[in-house]
């Protein structure tokens, strides 16, 4: 008996730092397009949310936004058609997004040029996962205007 509740212990220890671990990760999709999802699904998602404003032949789209914090998504896609890019452009007349609610500040690279903040997570490849980098750029040093979700290729560089 002393064993099982051992055992259950451990278990419920394991468990919640884990919940820690991923939750402070930031995951590799925004408004539910999913790095590495079908051009399909994407577009069937996309469709719910918003509508395309327009396509280019890099096989990227524009798609505008019904929510009161995003205006547009970009999303763009590798050549088979899985999406490797999405970005996300805060409504200018919206409520603010806040660093922070994209990902912990913390553990963030930071950089700033003459009043441009960009904030950078890369975040290691895991089981279900390629490696991917979360970039949010903004003016104000708490407040962003755009994030990405972005694939990283096999030697860890971003995939544009």
């Known amino acids: 008996m002393k064993r099982i509740i051992t055992l259950s212990l451990v278990l419920i220890v394991v468990l919640g730092v884990s919940a ?4 402070e990760t ?4 925004i408004m539910g397009i999913s790095l590495g999802m079908s051009r399909d699904d994407a577009r069937g998602h996309l469709k719910s949310i918003g509508s395309l404003q327009r396509e280019t032949r ?23 058609f899985r999406v490797r890019y ?3 452009i805060v409504r200018a007349d919206g409520p603010r997004v806040r660093y922070d609610d994209v990902a912990d500040v913390k553990s963030a690279q930071r950089e700033q040029n003459q009043g441009n903040y ?23 040093p708490q407040y ?13 560089e971003e995939v544009d």
């Open 144 to 156: 962003l205007e755009s994030f990405s979700v972005k694939k990283m290729d096999q030697k860890e």
């Open 86 to 88: 999405v970005t996300a």
């Open 58 to 80: 890099k096989r990227q789209e524009v798609w505008t936004i019904r929510d009161d914090r995003i205006s547009h998504l970009l999303v763009g896609y590798d050549p088979e």
């Open 26 to 29: 930031p995951q590799p999709q």
């Open 20 to 23: 820690i671990v991923f939750a």
């Open 118 to 140: 960009k904030l950078t997570w890369q975040i290691a490849a895991r089981s279900g996962h390629s490696a991917y980098v979360l970039i949010a750029h903004g003016h104000d």
